[in-house]
């Protein structure tokens, strides 16, 4: 990266003000033939990170949520305030993606399923999520919360299909992430897998990898050295 700018895909992107294009299936095989190699042999880290509009709706929410914790009115206030401030502070960035993985950190934050899908729906609300998508949203959390909690990985999938009416036939993101989650092994594999069909897919994949499998020390190293800007 040269002067605040990396190149990805063959195009040149500002690294904090510029966000990364979605990651696709097809552009995961144009970079298997660039690298000559498996996309499933691809190193984790490739490129300098950058902020994404989901990686700071993520940071205020998660902010919000402690700001509020176990105070449905302080809650709503605070994502409102921290919402504003931390767009302010990276406007260029999109915001419209609706990922379910935004709200995530409400799955860590609280211990029992009623109130993850409390919190979960109320983050949701808050942040204009039609009904669908809120759907997603507390599925999402539920999925991470039952996985953290050591549940089988199919009894995850069985509960997410009788509680929310998943289809796992003309497969969202979701349940393209939760497949991925029960079909593989380990946090690598299941990242790995789920980024070849696109950055969301492996967002929500390994969220919910993080709660059912301890994230090795290498990777949580090698994140925090990117993050600080080392290599």
């Given at each position: 990266m040269e002067d605040g700018y990396f190149w990805f895909n063959g195009k040149k992107y500002k690294s904090v003000h510029e966000e990364v294009p979605p990651i696709t299936k097809e552009m995961s095989k144009e970079m298997t033939i660039q690298l000559g190699m498996p996309y499933h042999d691809l190193p984790m880290f490739l490129f300098d990170y950058v902020i994404t509009g989901d990686a700071v709706m993520m940071l205020a929410l998660t902010e919000a949520l402690i700001a509020g914790y176990n105070d449905i009115e302080k809650?709503?206030?605070?994502?409102?305030?921290?919402?504003?401030?931390?767009?302010?502070?990276?406007?260029?960035?999109?915001?419209?993606?609706?990922?379910?993985?935004?709200?995530?950190?409400?799955?860590?934050?609280?211990?029992?399923?009623?109130?993850?899908?409390?919190?979960?729906?109320?983050?949701?609300?808050?942040?204009?999520?039609?009904?669908?998508?809120?759907?997603?949203?507390?599925?999402?959390?539920?999925?991470?919360?039952?996985?953290?909690?050591?549940?089988?990985?199919?009894?995850?999938?069985?509960?997410?299909?009788?509680?929310?009416?998943?289809?796992?036939?003309?497969?969202?993101?979701?349940?393209?992430?939760?497949?991925?989650?029960?079909?593989?092994?380990?946090?690598?594999?299941?990242?790995?897998?789920a980024a070849a069909l696109g950055d969301n897919v492996a967002a929500i994949a390994g969220s919910i990898a993080q709660g059912y499998y301890n994230v090795s020390y290498q990777v949580a190293e090698k994140t925090m050295d990117t993050l600080r800007g080392r290599r």
């Open positions: 809650t709503k206030r605070e994502i409102k305030k921290s919402t504003k401030k931390w767009m302010s502070k990276y406007p260029s960035l999109d915001y419209t993606s609706r990922s379910p993985v935004i709200i995530s950190s409400v799955a860590w934050l609280y211990n029992t399923p009623g109130t993850v899908k409390e919190y979960s729906e109320i983050c949701a609300i808050e942040m204009g999520y039609d009904k669908e998508q809120t759907k997603d949203v507390i599925a999402c959390a539920e999925a991470i919360f039952m996985a953290k909690s050591g549940t089988d990985k199919n009894i995850i999938k069985q509960q997410l299909i009788r509680k929310y009416v998943l289809a796992f036939n003309d497969k969202t993101d979701l349940e393209k992430a939760i497949d991925v989650f029960i079909e593989n092994e380990g946090m690598d594999e299941i990242i790995t897998e």
